[in-house]
């Protein structure tokens, strides 16, 4: 049995708000919660997520790898092993 008056009150039909609109209802300790960022907006779950591509890092990564056709390891140079 748990301990009586230690545990938070339940609110099974607590409104999650995001831009001041009720986006969805869930079980929580709070009867109201305020988000920025939700599932409905988020750019990963709307498929609006974009691939940042800084200075070529991602084709550089295909050619090193073979990933592009016809240009497989066309800017990477052997490394030389250092000596002691």
């Known amino acids: 049995m748990p301990k009586p008056d230690i545990h938070p009150k339940w609110y ?4 999650v708000f995001c831009n001041g609109e009720v986006v969805m209802t869930i079980g929580s300790t709070k009867p109201e919660l305020h988000v920025d960022v939700w599932s409905g907006n988020h750019p990963f779950y709307t498929g609006t997520q974009k691939i ?3 200075e070529g890092r991602v084709d550089r990564f295909l050619r090193k790898y073979g990933m592009l056709e016809g240009e497989e390891g066309a800017d990477v140079q052997p490394q030389k092993k250092k000596r002691r």
């Open 12 to 15: 099974p039909d607590a409104k």
């Open 52 to 54: 940042i591509d800084t």
